[in-house]
């Protein structure tokens, strides 16, 4: 994606280092200098639109107004066909909920371009390579593991090489 691409994501603070130092490892031009920007999170739906209008941030801040804060645990390390080492959430259903309002308000955008008609909600962790393997991230995260996350918090985020930073954030639940 040239330029960059929006991302619709839930902030998982607590693998932040983890995450960062696979990123620097990969591409450090995707490290933010953002402070309120997290590496680590689970995607709700990307690519989203480059440029929302204010009517386009407005509907995703009634979905995430619409949904309550909910917890999940971070804790068991798998692996899909093309090799990338992931944590699911569980339960993963709120995830699932959250996809498929974003979708329903944004047909034109599918999840990861359509490329997968039923994306599992999970954090990407690393990708097999000789040395990198299923084992080896669960051996690096045992200490972290099991992370129980409270979502309270839906970000938008930018990914861009020397341009990561937080476009907007929402909380979730009810507004006064």
Not at 94 to 109: E, G, I, K, S, Y
Not at 122 to 139: G, K, N, Q, W
């Amino acid at each position: 994606m040239s330029g960059g691409h929006s991302v619709i994501v839930v902030p998982v603070p607590e693998l932040e280092d983890y995450i960062t130092s696979r990123t620097a490892h990969y591409d450090a031009s995707f490290l933010s200098t953002d402070p309120a920007f997290v590496h680590a999170h689970i995607t709700l739906l990307g690519p989203w639109l480059a440029e929302p209008s204010q009517a386009d941030l407005d509907a995703v801040a009634a979905i995430m107004a619409a949904a309550e804060p909910f917890e999940t645990t971070l804790s068991r390390i798998e692996t899909f066909p093309d090799g990338l080492i992931y944590l699911r959430p569980e339960p993963d259903e709120p995830f699932r909920a959250l996809t498929a309002a974003l979708v329903n308000a944004f047909p034109h955008c599918p999840p990861y371009e359509g490329r997968f008609p039923n994306p599992v909600p999970h954090l990407t962790l690393d990708r097999r390579a000789e040395t990198i393997t299923p084992e080896s991230v669960e051996a690096d995260l045992r200490h972290l593991l099991p992370v129980r996350l409270r979502v309270d918090r839906v970000d938008l985020q930018w990914w861009a090489n020397h341009d990561c930073h937080v476009r907007e954030s929402w909380k979730l639940g009810k507004r006064r």
